[in-house]
């Protein structure tokens, strides 16, 4: 009589492979077949046709993957990543219209755990449990049959090349109607999982490997202070304030019809601050634009890949001025690594912060005292102080203000935004950009008291945000795909009397330039030229106030 064995059957890890990539051509890929069944040029049985072939053809490349990682003690658990990561980055292309690519996992590598934690909501951890865990614990406790080694070799490569070759031959099939989507339909190569995942990983180490490698390029050498700061001369005070996914769509000073920025109109009224309507981001997220408009390099030359630089900060003070960065978000992304900063996100004031998290306003409190801790030599020539915002960071947006700034109500309070009406979103939003306008102008009131310096304050967005157009919520499309919300960006200036003279310029003239189209590319320059100081990398034609300038005072 045989003894029941005791163990589980075995299963050919061929036979795993298969069926995790049945369920991730299906079920991983709900967002892919949504967006082509909306394709008019795929639609009908030659659309139906062609889906089927493309899925043959993904999957064909996803077993070649699995097959290659077929070895004990590795295939399981590659096979549970790809199962896992893909119900993670299809949760969130469903909810929010984002794709996977690598300035996005980029943004979510440099995600904290505060951020991390507004996008956990109820609803992903359901889809990601019912889509992607599961699926991986099933995967994990199956019992694989053992092969000796030479013969898992070869097993593994024939595997991975019949893979390729499904793949490759489906790619032929259907190549004029794969072509031509892929061709006017972007977006739809990022949303392939888990390949549009791999790609990402590899390409985003390949940028950000090499950097480890390279020296810092240090930059501007020849940076000094111009002839405004002649002896007897009052110091600069010049204020940067870096904002945070506000597009300029919702900024009542760029003509958007509800009062978001009441406490700026009255200053611009006045001709006190000026609003520039044509700005353009460098990036789509944080981790691209916060770098990049702080480089002399511009959009079209800056890359990740191009190694650790100095940028505008390291020029100011070598020329001679005190910087500093107060941070009330994630940190500035390699900005003022070689400056003194400080984060308040830690901070533990009263009225301002709670539950692990501070509205803006903090950067504000105590903030002369943090002036009068920096080097006195040259606190005395000049302060350039960088306000970094938490500003209208999403998909938290009613974290972001406190009671006494939601003029717009019923506000959206979740972070699962398709469960709010959109006009409770907008609300939430807008109280955001709101809250920017009083930051502004309470930071505008400050400078205005020092009477004994010659102040000015420069405020831009780092990116935009798209809040339900076309679908599309957040943030992070690549570039050339994201839509103008995420790209057009608020911009606004404010001059002191003093300033004005010291510059040589008016008010009056900057806002007569205040329409002409501009990019994150001026800020270096435009900052070059307010601080008065000279190195070879400024470019005249790229500073916004040069043509309004005349010889300094």
Not at 139 to 157: C, G, I, Y
Not at 212 to 232: C, F, M, Q, W
Not at 235 to 244: D, F, Q, T, Y
């Amino acid at each position: 009589m045989t003894t029941p064995s005791k163990h589980p059957a075995a299963w050919s890890r061929f036979t795993l492979a298969a069926i995790v990539c049945l369920w991730l051509i299906t079920v991983g890929n709900i967002n892919l077949w949504q967006t082509l069944a909306a394709l008019p040029g795929v639609a009908g049985a030659r659309g139906l046709w062609f889906g089927v072939v493309f899925g043959v053809g993904i999957a064909g490349a996803t077993f070649a993957l699995l097959a290659l990682s077929a070895w004990r003690g590795v295939f399981q658990l590659v096979a549970a990543f790809f199962l896992i990561s893909a119900a993670a980055s299809s949760h969130f292309m469903l909810s929010y219209g984002i794709v996977i690519d690598t300035s996005m996992l980029a943004n979510v590598v440099a995600t904290d755990a505060r951020e991390a934690a507004d996008l956990m909501t109820w609803r992903m951890i359901a889809f990601l449990s019912a889509v992607g865990v599961l699926p991986a614990l099933w995967v994990v406790t199956r019992r694989v049959t053992p092969a000796p080694l030479f013969r898992r070799l070869w097993q593994n490569s024939l595997a991975a090349f019949l893979g390729l070759a499904v793949a490759v031959l489906s790619a032929l099939w259907v190549f004029q109607d794969l072509a031509s989507v892929m061709r006017n339909h972007k977006e739809v190569r990022y949303m392939i999982n888990p390949l549009n995942g791999v790609y990402a990983a590899i390409n985003l180490a390949a940028q950000q490997l090499p950097q480890h490698r390279k020296p810092l390029a240090v930059i501007g050498e020849d940076a000094a202070l111009g002839t405004s700061y002649n002896a007897g001369a009052r110091p600069l005070r010049l204020v940067l304030v870096v904002g945070e996914t506000s597009r300029a769509a919702n900024w009542q000073l760029g003509g958007y019809a509800r009062a978001t920025n009441p406490e700026l109109s009255a200053l611009a009224a006045r001709g006190e601050v000026q609003y520039y309507r044509d700005v353009m981001s460098c990036g789509t997220n944080t981790a691209t634009s916060l770098p990049c408009m702080f480089s002399a390099l511009g959009r079209g030359d800056y890359s990740p890949s191009n190694g650790p630089s100095e940028g505008l900060l390291d020029v100011l003070q070598r020329a001679g001025l005190a910087v500093l960065w107060i941070d009330n978000q994630s940190g500035c992304k390699g900005a003022c690594d070689r400056v003194p900063n400080v984060n308040t996100r830690a901070a533990t004031h009263p009225e301002l912060c709670s539950a692990g998290e501070c509205f803006d306003a903090v950067m504000l409190d105590d903030i002369d005292a943090r002036i009068n801790a920096l080097p006195q030599a040259q606190r005395d020539k000049g302060v350039v102080l960088v306000m970094h915002q938490m500003g209208s960071h999403g998909p938290a947006y009613f974290k972001r203000t406190p009671d006494a700034f939601k003029d717009f109500r019923p506000e959206c309070e979740s972070a699962a935004l398709q469960s709010c009406e959109l006009s409770s979103l907008i609300n939430a939003y807008d109280n955001t950009v709101r809250y920017t306008d009083h930051l502004l102008a309470s930071a505008i009131a400050w400078l205005s008291e020092q009477s004994e310096s010659d102040a000015a304050l420069w405020y831009v967005s780092d990116h935009g945000e798209s809040l339900g157009e076309n679908n599309l919520f957040l943030h992070g499309l690549p570039y050339s795909l994201a839509p103008i919300e995420q790209k057009h960006v608020p911009q606004i200036s404010w001059l002191s009397g003093n300033m004005q003279t010291r510059l040589g310029l008016t008010a009056a003239c900057l806002q007569a330039k205040a329409g002409e189209p501009y990019s994150h590319d001026n800020l270096f320059h435009t900052l070059l030229g307010l601080a008065d100081v000279s190195t070879a990398l400024y470019q005249p034609q790229l500073d916004i106030t040069a043509s309004c300038r005349q010889a300094p005072q």
